[in-house]
């Protein structure tokens, strides 16, 4: 018997974004009008969120891109009633346009090696059943009914399975510590899932939670199982409505199939989970502003030790690990550590997930073994820079991260080869940036969110974040000092060595890495008052190209300071003065607009960009602000 | 309060169907596949409307209406079957039910039906009740018969019937005792213990928008810590606001994703169409603005959310666009 036709509708946040439950009930309204015995499913993220919303027609494999409500019908009466796909709306390739109807053809799929993420966006997450039926919890049972805490750890510890939050301590190690870990005598012990995913362009965790949660509840299960918790906590950014609710979903029907609760699978453990809603701030994804916050304190961390593991959420031995960890642990399980450990490289093992944005053409979330090379996530997988630009550089581990050049292209992704590089590997946001990007202003950006998100109890951090952002800007804005650069490495190894917490330990990391690969760059801002990449607004003008310019006045409406003025062409006049022209003619005139042009006057534009954004036919351009205005900020400065 | 469905059928892709299709018109969807089922289940809810099949096993669809209209006399009855004839459809309106669908039907198809059906439930009601009113005023029934006390009962029940079915009469209150109201109704559903005042103090803000003193000064007494304690907690999250935002609130995110994708632009632009800052409301008291460090559908950037509403690949040309929409439908709302 064939399977019977599915629809599988991709609802994670990014269509649903752009516009996916239409296209379910479109589909839905089309299936029941031509009375097909074709299902029309819910599922969490299949990754390629650049071609949103997709569907793909199950057991087909056809993948549809970017749908509109209306392109529906025409999907369900070719294909689905005369089986004719649809090749208009398949992916085209964008070096060949081609057609590639199957979605394991596509190169953005065909290059990953999917461990976790192999069942988003072909599940649905909201029904327990489907994750049981491809072999969910049954790590879980093997676990509790056929296996001793200690066998459970010994595994985990030879998978050489690493927290993938961003720290890299192995996970094992750490469960070893909880179990063993009493507390004082005391017997209550506490597992927690770290699902603040705060780092600025990363979305993993949240697409884990939204396209399979069972998943990393039942990792949950196997820990809490493993350490001797009773209870767990998963704590999830307020940010991310759509998670909070399928895993509400999830922990009701685990609880329903007796996964969760007292007595689980009718042995002797007891073990349930609580969600907590993150509130807005960034420093509480670190272990122990996360326990704070838990316990309705403020979210700021403490010196460790004492670590979690000894005294964690109320004194009690805790332990903590980030939603990707968990969700491998049931894989670990099923599959064996050696599965685990033969992928990866050196002692990174495994694969690891990235989200892959920026300006990048593909969008998306990716999981890649460990030890791929920089270069095929970004070209093969990503393909490459929109645009024809040219690539400059690549953002990892978000704001404790670092930016690294095109010469890392070729090495190794791993948490050692990223560490040595100045960056870390994170929680695994890539964002790529091009030759359009200022790596000072990215620098600036990227102290200026640590410096806000600072919880302000260590000075290094409070203070030195802010002193890194005052240098920076004083740099962007022309009137930087060429003692500056030795000034903020100095700084930033101040703020490293002597911070607090995580956030403290890492926020110079971006000034650094790109002090080190783009000195020429900051020497550009210093010494010439020019930005190479044209972005700090000091340093810049707008002005608009004659030729291109259509007089179609949107910069003109738009100018928040009437920095634009409309003027008549120097031809359009000399036609005026041969033919004076009467009111109404005038009128008509004006009309055609090709007469009008508009300039800007640099002397009271602020640069804020709307006009450069806005123009339809590309007239407004930027050019680096003419030498007086840069002699006048040297001549200020001495 | 959203209204309650109940559907009985015996082929569960009608169910899950029609689950959906009023899920998202906000209904609140009960089904079962057992007349029997349904029949007890109207007992302890009320429903608004029921959907209910003609040819089931078991129960014929018929004898449930008519059944229906003895235990649950105010729900909508929209008879659905896959055998349409005029003779059944008459039969079925005869015993009560409102409207009749003929399967398989779309979306459109049965909202509709499933709206007109309440509407007409509710003009038969009142003039029922106003038939009633005027036939005792005239004194051409009297009511010897009923019990006072059965009476005095019948009238609570309908008052507290009314009372939560009121459309959250919050509006109607003044600000401080709209957000006492809030949060004494957010104290009652947690337990009175530290551990949960994150929990409470998100409530209390996504229910009134942001946390009063008034508030603040509630929880601290009910949970027995100062009120600085909790004026510290809240403020250390971005989340929670301390002054009353404004209708509609804008985020301008300024991820990474974001920012190098023009989020910064946006922002601007966001400023110079509302002539605010972030962190500030309009003087018409329409929009607030805020700038937001990912909203984590980095794909679509540059991103803005409205509301809960999220706009992919904006420009300030689009921003202003949305913007004038959303003011046209308020100037709309206040006409």
Redesign the interface.
């Known amino acids: 018997m064939t399977k019977k036709r599915t629809i599988l509708v991709c609802q994670g946040?990014?269509c649903?974004?752009?516009g996916a439950?239409q296209i379910h009930?479109e589909f839905?309204?089309e299936i029941?009008?031509h009375?097909l015995d074709v299902e029309v499913k819910l599922t969490g993220c299949r990754g390629f969120?650049?071609v949103?919303p997709s569907a793909i027609v199950d057991p087909d494999d056809i993948l549809y891109c970017r749908l509109k409500p209306d392109d529906v019908k025409e999907i369900v009466n070719s294909h689905l009633v005369n089986g004719i796909p649809v090749s208009k709306f398949h992916y085209h390739d964008p070096a060949t346009g081609d057609p590639i109807p199957k979605w394991k053809d596509i190169p953005f799929y065909n290059r990953q090696q999917k461990m976790i993420t192999a069942q988003w966006g072909f599940i649905n997450p909201e029904d327990i059943e489907e994750y049981l039926a491809i072999g969910g919890y049954r790590a879980a049972r093997q676990a509790i009914l056929a296996l001793t805490p200690e066998e459970i750890i010994e595994e985990v510890k030879s998978s050489q399975l690493r927290g993938r939050g961003g720290a890299g301590f192995l996970t094992g190690v750490k469960w070893d510590f909880a179990r063993r870990s009493n507390g004082g005598g005391a017997s209550q012990k506490y597992v927690i899932c770290n699902a603040d995913?705060?780092?600025?362009?990363?979305?993993m965790d949240?697409s884990l939670l939204e396209a399979n949660p069972h998943s990393m509840i039942e990792g949950m299960i196997i820990g809490a199982f493993a350490i001797g918790a009773s209870k767990g906590f998963i704590y999830v950014r307020?940010?991310?409505?759509l998670a909070v609710h399928r895993l509400e979903v999830a922990i009701t029907q685990a609880r329903g199939k007796g996964f969760l609760g007292s007595h689980i699978l009718g042995s002797d453990f007891d073990f349930d989970l609580q969600i907590?809603?993150?509130?807005?701030?960034?420093v509480?994804g670190e272990e122990t502003a996360l326990m704070a916050?838990?316990?309705?304190?403020?979210?700021?961390p403490r010196p460790r030790p004492p670590y979690p593991a000894s005294e964690g959420l109320w004194g009690q031995p805790t332990n903590i690990n980030n939603v990707k960890t968990w969700a491998y642990i049931p894989l670990i399980i099923k599959n064996g550590a050696k599965w685990f450990a033969d992928m990866g490289s050196g002692p990174s093992k495994g694969t690891v997930v990235f989200?892959l944005?920026?300006?990048i053409n593909n969008?998306?979330l990716v999981e890649v073994p460990m030890g791929i090379k920089l270069r095929e996530i970004i070209y093969d997988i990503g393909g490459g820079i929109p645009h024809g630009k040219k690539f400059k550089a690549v953002?990892t581990g978000?704001p404790s991260g670092g930016c690294l050049p095109e010469s890392y292209l070729d090495k190794e992704v791993t948490y050692e080869s990223l560490e040595a590089a100045g960056s870390i590997l994170g929680s695994g946001?890539m964002?790529v940036?091009d030759e359009d990007?200022c790596m000072v202003d990215?620098a600036k950006?990227?102290i200026n969110?640590t410096q806000e998100?600072s919880?302000g109890k260590c000075s290094p951090c409070r203070i030195g974040t802010e002193k890194l952002l005052n240098i920076l800007e004083k740099i962007v804005n022309g009137q930087g000092e060429e003692e500056d650069l030795g000034l903020l490495e100095e700084l930033g190894e101040l703020v490293k060595n002597g911070s607090l917490c995580g956030l403290g330990q890492t926020a110079p990391n971006p000034v650094l890495t790109t002090i080190r690969y783009f000195r020429d760059e900051y020497m550009a801002h210093i010494v010439e008052k020019r930005c190479p990449a044209k972005v700090c607004k000091a340093l810049i003008e707008y002005y608009i190209n004659e030729d291109t310019c259509t007089g179609c006045l949107?910069c003109l409406r738009?100018c928040?300071t009437n920095a634009v003025t409309e003027h008549e062409r120097e031809a359009t006049k000399d036609r005026e003065h041969k033919h004076p022209d009467s009111a109404a003619s005038k009128g008509k005139r004006k009309k055609k607009k090709v007469d009008t042009i508009c300039v800007i006057n640099p002397d009271t534009c602020v640069r804020?960009?709307?006009c450069?954004?806005?123009c339809p036919t590309g007239a407004i351009l930027k050019r680096d602000r003419p030498l007086y205005s840069k002699q006048y900020a040297v001549g200020s400065m001495q | 309060m959203a209204r309650k469905m109940l559907v009985i059928d015996d082929d569960p892709t009608v169910l899950s169907s029609c689950q959906r299709i009023f899920e998202a018109e906000g209904y609140y969807v009960a089904t079962t596949t057992s007349p029997e089922e349904g029949l007890s289940l109207v007992l302890d809810t009320y429903f608004d409307v029921v959907l209910c099949d003609w040819m089931m096993p078991g129960l014929d669809g018929m004898d449930v209406i008519t059944r229906l209209d003895h235990t649950s006399p105010g729900s909508a009855v929209v008879m659905i079957s896959g055998y349409p004839s005029i003779e059944r459809a008459t039969e079925a309106m005869k015993r009560g039910a409102m409207d009749y669908v003929a399967k398989p039907f779309t979306p459109d198809e049965i909202i509709k039906a499933v709206n007109e059906a309440i509407q007409r439930k509710e003009d038969e009601e009142t003039k029922i009740i106003e038939r009633f009113g005027r036939l005792t005023k005239t004194g051409q029934i009297s009511l010897p018969s009923i019990d006072e006390k059965i009476l005095q009962a019948l009238s609570a029940a309908i008052d507290e019937r009314r009372r939560t079915e009121a459309q959250p009469s919050l509006e109607s209150l003044s600000e401080p005792e709209r957000l006492q109201e809030i949060t004494f109704a957010v104290l009652d559903k947690y337990e009175r213990d530290r551990n949960n005042l994150i929990a409470m103090l998100q409530a209390v803000h996504s229910y009134a928008g942001y946390l009063s003193y008034e508030a603040i000064g509630l929880i601290a007494r009910e949970l027995q810590i100062s009120e600085h304690d909790i004026f510290g907690t809240a403020s250390f999250y971005a989340q929670f606001k301390f002054e009353k935002p404004g209708k509609h609130l804008i985020r301008v995110c300024t991820g990474t994703a974001c920012f190098v994708g023009g989020g910064g632009v946006i922002l601007e632009a966001a400023k110079s169409r509302l002539s605010i800052v972030p962190g500030q409301t309009t003087e018409d008291g329409v929009f607030s603005l805020e700038r937001v460090a990912c909203l984590g559908c980095c794909a679509l950037a540059p991103v803005v959310t409205i509301d809960d509403e999220v706009y992919g690949q904006m420009s300030p040309a689009k921003l202003s666009r949305t913007v004038d929409k959303v003011y046209r439908t308020e100037s709309v709302k206040s006409a």
Not at chain 1, 197 to 203: T, V
Not at chain 1, 238 to 241: M, N, Q, R
Not at chain 1, 293 to 300: D, L, P, T
Request: aromatic fraction near 10%.
């Open positions: 946040t990014g649903v974004s752009a439950p009930r839905e309204r029941i009008e009375r969120c650049q949103g995913e705060g780092d600025p362009g990363a979305f949240r307020a940010e991310y409505p907590n809603q993150g509130a807005g701030a960034f509480s916050s838990i316990m309705g304190e403020r979210g700021s989200s944005t920026g300006k969008s998306g953002q978000g946001g964002i940036l990007v990215i950006y990227f969110f998100e919880c949107l738009s928040p804020c960009g709307i450069f954004a806005n």
